[in-house]
Each structure stands twice: as C-alpha cells, then as structure tokens.
C-alpha cells in the first residue's frame, strides 16, 4: 500500500522553463509534507517543506503547494537549471502514531541546457 | 557533507552471512534513522532510536536488528542475507529542534550486494 505517489519516474525540462514534479498521498494523518533531492552517490538532502496547516511555501526558486482536498503536492522549480538535474522523492510525515518519513519512489529531473 | 558518517560505503558478501552497518550522526543530533533503498524504490523506512532508545519501528524484518550506543553511533545489523536484502542504507540524523517535521540529514549510504 503505497501512501505517497510519484507517477512521473522522470522529468526532462530545458533550462530556463519551469519544472513541475508532482505527489499524491493517501494517508490524511500526514502533517508535514517535505521535498529531498538526491544526487548520484550522496545521500537525499531536504530541499524544501510545508505544514498541513499552509497551502503554499516558497524557497528562492522552489516553491512548494499543497492541495489537501485533492490530497497532492506539487514543488515547482523557477527557473531551471542544469544543476537541478537530480531524483528529488517527495516525502510526508506523520507526527503523530507513525513518527515516520514516507517516502515516494522519486522522479529523476534532467534539465537540458 | 551532511555530518552523518556511515561505514562501510560498499559491502558484497553472500548469502546467509551477517554484516554491521555503521552510522555517527551530526554533532549534538540524538536522533538517528535508519532507511533501506531497493532498486528503483523509495526509501523505507526501517527504525529510528533516540538517545539510545527505540522510538519508532517500521518495516524491519526480524533478521535485522539495530542498537545506539551511549556515544550515540548507531549500528544496524542484518543476519541470514538474502539475495533480496541487497539495497542502500542509509542512515540520518536530525537536530533537536527540527525534531517531527521529518526534516532529516542523511549519509552517503552503504551499498550492500548479496551474492
């Protein structure tokens, strides 16, 4: 039973343009919904994250939406760079019963330059 | 660099074995997670201690088993070995005052192949 959802397994955006990657959940508990972003041989690092309680939350060129009634996530990257190209995994946290990051299966964004 | 030190980086052996993977967290992180990543998978979570408890237990098979040290390195132990259990580990940390947010520090990972 997958609670977080990564149906996109890859992205290819030319730079410059906007990269939409997008996540849907299942489990209403969650109230922390985070982004991490993974490079070949390192470990995921987080890149940005929101509260249940908040439906927007920007970071420089990332901005991250939430959309509780339709229980989806999306990070929008503006604009993108090359650099950026990486497997970024959506994340959501139950603070409650689970203490546990759930994991999506990521997305591998490559931005063309 | 993260902060989060894990040993080995890479593991073969075989089947039926028994290996110990190694985790130190950030400096003043008592928090310390353990994720194991399968080929082309998310990562799933595993177990979490901290200061040298167990706080939260996931899918964690009962051939492994993990410990904190009163150093607060942690170890992760995986017995039996199948040839399924080859995957990434990687182990984190997080800072007191991020605790539940799920805002983690993750190693490099040890990458474990079973023959």
């Known amino acids: 039973d997958q609670q977080v959802k990564q149906n996109s397994p890859s992205l290819s955006v030319q730079e410059g343009r906007i990269s939409i990657l997008n996540c849907d959940y299942t489990?209403?508990?969650?109230?922390?919904f985070l982004w991490y972003k993974k490079y070949p041989a390192e470990g995921p690092t987080f890149l940005i994250s929101?509260?249940?309680?908040?439906d927007k939350n920007e970071d420089g060129r990332f901005t991250v939406f939430l959309n509780k009634s339709a229980k989806h996530l999306s990070l929008h990257i503006v604009p993108s760079q090359p650099g950026d190209s990486a497997v970024y995994f959506c994340?959501?946290?139950?603070?409650?019963?689970?203490?546990?990051?759930?994991f999506g299966s990521g997305t591998q964004l490559t931005v063309l330059p | 660099d993260s902060g989060v030190t894990q040993t080995p980086k890479h593991l073969i052996t075989a089947t039926g074995q028994r290996v110990t993977l190694r985790c130190s967290p950030r400096?003043?992180?008592?928090?310390v997670y353990w994720y194991q990543q399968s080929l082309d998978q998310g990562l799933q979570f595993l177990i979490q201690?901290?200061?040298?408890?167990?706080?939260a237990k996931g899918n964690i098979l009962e051939r492994f088993s993990a410990q904190q040290f009163p150093d607060l390195h942690s170890e992760l132990n995986l017995s039996s070995l199948e040839l399924g259990d080859s995957a990434l580990y990687f182990c984190?940390?997080?800072?007191?005052?991020?605790?539940?947010?799920?805002?983690?520090?993750f190693g490099e990972g040890s990458r474990l192949t079973v023959l």
């Open positions: 201690y901290y200061n040298g408890e167990e706080r």
């Open positions: 400096s003043g992180d008592l928090s």
């Open positions: 994340a959501a946290h139950d603070t409650g019963s689970a203490r546990q990051l759930t």
């Open positions: 929101i509260s249940s309680i908040k």
């Open positions: 489990n209403s508990m969650f109230d922390y």
């Open positions: 984190a940390s997080s800072p007191q005052e991020r605790e539940g947010t799920g805002e983690l520090f």
